[in-house]
């Protein structure tokens, strides 16, 4: 039996950027890494509830001054997302395709946990952005008290007294940590940015930023609930 | 010691296959694990019943040929190990190996743990070379590679191409193994010319062969028995964004995947028969 023959020549035209797994993981990298930025900055801007009404307000109002960079932003960020999970799907239905048949056992044993579950973080994320724009920036659904358009300090104070509105955010921006502890490292690598020397500083700077982000965040909430912002 | 093997029992493609499990009375602890399925085939023989079906042949963990899953890890529980240097003293008196085959859509089986992996043969002819003039030897030294170099090159050539890398993997992705392929001649300044083509055209078989996605995970480095670190990963990706982006050569084309196996005769022969 000859096993030399190992393709037939029927050459076909091969796919494009986008067609191939490497352009896709590039294209989650370069959104994914504007998300991050748009995270920083989120973080950054609400932060000021601390610094009391007055400032969070204006704060809120400037970004609607900005008027004519409001909307470009808000489109670049929409189109990250979109292609972000574009590209998820894509991948997540060639995963499906790629292994017909399962093992019986299987042992994970080098993997880290946020990597494993990038499928589930992702998505849930994406449930809570969509629950959080409804919620705080588009005024649809505030349970606890009425959405007052402009005065963002009552709407987030108001909205956090609710407990199981914390709840959510609380467990949805730990889910965004993790989703960011693999992620930071993981689109230096989609890049092609890795070297021997700079992978576990890179490794190690991804925890700080992400438990740094999630602290961040959930700062609010808990100082909400404990009544030290009211 | 006595051991238990739940083998994937799968007469070819065609048949469903099923986990059997063979008891193992008097197993050496110095025997390799390949050495083991010898002993069980021989008492498979002598009842009559068909042998194990498993793929070897340097039993020195440099071909490549060899490995299977054990337990859920391929090539076993032991790193930087393949399963023909995997000795039976790393296994417990009394434990139940589950063993079955790499399984992956590319991969496709032919028969017990034997897996088709001419996948990955697809993608090195795809680029995994470079282009040297005939003639006379070349001047030794006539090219300087540092020693940091030359040692980062030798790693990623470190790769036997055992596929555990694709078993390992949760999208049963090739990355690690189309990156050590690519990475080993990229690194090296022989490699320079042909990189921009390079890592498209490995990169566009491997898309054609039906591989997963890379999530950068690491299960594959984990499992590898030549210990392939994820860097190589990066410079297939480096590589070929540095490809597209440069948009040097000319149509990237790929070969279909052939399934089927020649039987280099005329006569009509069952091309799935594989005894
Ligand atoms: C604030 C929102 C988000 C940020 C900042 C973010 C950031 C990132 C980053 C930096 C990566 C690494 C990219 C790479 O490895 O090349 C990534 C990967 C990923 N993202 Fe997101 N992401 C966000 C939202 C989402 C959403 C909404 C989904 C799904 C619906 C999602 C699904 C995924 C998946 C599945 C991966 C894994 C891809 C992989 O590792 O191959 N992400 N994300
Ligand atoms: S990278 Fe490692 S696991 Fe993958 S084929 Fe090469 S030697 Fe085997
Ligand atoms: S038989 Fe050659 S590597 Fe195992």
């Known amino acids: 039996m000859s096993t030399s023959a190992v393709g037939v020549r029927e050459e076909e035209r091969a796919p494009g950027f986008w067609g191939s797994t490497n352009g896709k993981k590039a294209v989650m990298a370069v959104t994914g890494a504007i998300l991050f930025i748009f995270v920083i900055g989120h973080l950054a801007g609400n932060l000021q509830v601390f610094e009391g009404p007055a400032k969070l307000n204006a704060y809120g109002k400037l970004l609607h001054t900005l008027g004519e960079l409001l909307w470009p932003v808000r489109i670049v960020l929409l189109l990250c997302v979109t292609l972000h999970i574009t590209a998820t799907v894509q991948l997540a239905l060639l995963k499906k395709r790629a292994r017909p048949v399962g093992y019986s056992a299987k042992k994970a044993i080098a993997s880290s946990y946020s990597s494993r579950t990038m499928y589930w973080s992702g998505p849930i994320v994406l449930a809570f952005v969509i629950f959080h724009l409804l919620h705080l920036t588009a005024g649809y659904y505030h349970p606890g008290a009425a959405f007052i358009e402009g005065d963002v300090y009552h709407n987030v104070v108001s909205g956090f007294q609710v407990w199981w509105v914390s709840v959510w955010y609380i467990f949805s921006v730990i889910l965004l940590g993790l989703h960011l502890r693999h992620g930071i490292w993981s689109m230096f690598q989609s890049l092609g940015m890795n070297h021997p020397r700079h992978t576990p500083i890179l490794k190690s700077t991804a925890w700080v930023v992400a438990v740094t982000i999630v602290l961040g965040y959930i700062s609010i909430p808990i100082s909400v609930m404990l009544g030290v912002v009211k | ?275």
């Open chain 2, 1 to 275: 010691m006595k051991l238990t093997l739940k083998i994937w029992r799968q007469t070819g493609r065609k048949d469903k296959g099923r986990f059997v499990s063979y008891a193992m009375d008097d197993v050496n602890a110095e025997m390799s694990m390949l050495e083991c399925l010898d002993v069980l085939n021989e008492s498979l023989i002598e009842r009559g019943e068909e042998p194990v079906a498993f793929e070897h042949d340097c039993r020195e963990g440099i071909c490549g040929s060899c490995g299977f899953m054990i337990n859920g890890i391929p090539h076993g529980p032991l790193p930087a190990t393949t399963v023909c240097q995997l000795t039976m003293r790393h296994f417990k008196d009394g434990e139940e190996l589950v063993i079955e085959p790499w399984r992956a859509a590319a991969f496709p089986a032919v028969k017990d743990l034997v897996v088709d992996r001419r996948s990955f043969d697809r993608i090195i002819a795809a680029g995994g070379y470079i282009s040297v003039s005939t003639g006379n030897a070349p001047d030794g030294n006539a090219i300087l590679v540092s020693k940091d170099t030359s040692d980062r090159a030798m790693d990623a050539a470190a790769c036997i191409g055992c596929g555990a890398c694709v078993a390992a993997c949760p999208n049963a992705s090739s990355a690690l193994f189309t990156g050590a392929k690519i990475a080993h001649l990229s690194i090296l300044p022989q490699g320079a010319p042909e990189r921009d083509g390079r890592a498209l055209n490995m990169v566009a078989q491997m898309n054609a062969e039906g591989f997963g996605g890379c999530t950068n995970i690491g299960e594959c480095t984990g499992a590898c028995p030549k210990e392939i670190q994820l860097e190589v990963i990066a410079t297939m990706n480096r590589d070929f964004i540095r490809g597209s982006w440069k948009r040097r050569d000319q149509e990237v084309r790929t070969v279909k995947p052939m399934t089927e196996w020649s039987t280099g005769s005329k006569l009509k022969i069952d091309p799935h028969a594989t005894s």
